[in-house]
């Protein structure tokens, strides 16, 4: 019986293990364009939103933390994601260049990255970040 209860014991924690989230921030795409930043990283968000594997970690703007220390109050302690998602967003014309990293916060090691060209246009921008959100998911699970 002992055995048994060893052996459940042991299964449940590797499964606790197995299923534990990776936390991921997501930060502000770097790009000239604000709209183009913001429908980016919203829709990034949505996707890994979605995900069972990943755990969003939101971090304050820098205008919250200016903000805070302003006003007297004190700034918090965030938790701190294992992973920082890297956006950068190259426009030229009618056409982006998405590219999109995960790096490991403690070792600052590109662990997955993806890019993408599309046309500039909300809907088009949209699907492009879908595709990458997709593939950054994907090649995570492996």
């Not at 002992?2 to 499964?15: D, E, G, Y």
């Not at 933390?65 to 302690?77: C, H, L, M, N």
């Amino acid at each position: 019986m002992k055995k048994l209860f060893l052996i459940l014991a042991v299964a449940l924690s590797l499964t606790a293990v197995a299923q534990e989230k990776k936390t991921i921030t997501i930060q502000q795409p770097n790009c000239k364009s604000t709209m183009v930043a913001k429908l980016v990283y919203g829709t990034l968000t949505r996707e890994f939103l979605k995900s069972e594997e990943w755990q969003l970690i939101a971090r304050p703007s820098d205008e919250d933390i200016k903000r805070s220390i302003q006003a007297g109050e004190p700034v918090g302690d965030m938790p701190k994601a294992q992973y920082v998602l890297v956006t950068e967003i190259l426009e030229d014309e009618d056409i982006c260049f998405v590219e999109c990293k995960i790096i490991d916060t403690e070792t600052a090691v590109v662990v997955n990255s993806a890019m993408e060209m599309t046309e500039q246009s909300p809907k088009s921008i949209q699907e492009t970040c879908v595709s990458l959100a997709k593939q950054l998911l994907k090649e995570q699970k492996q």
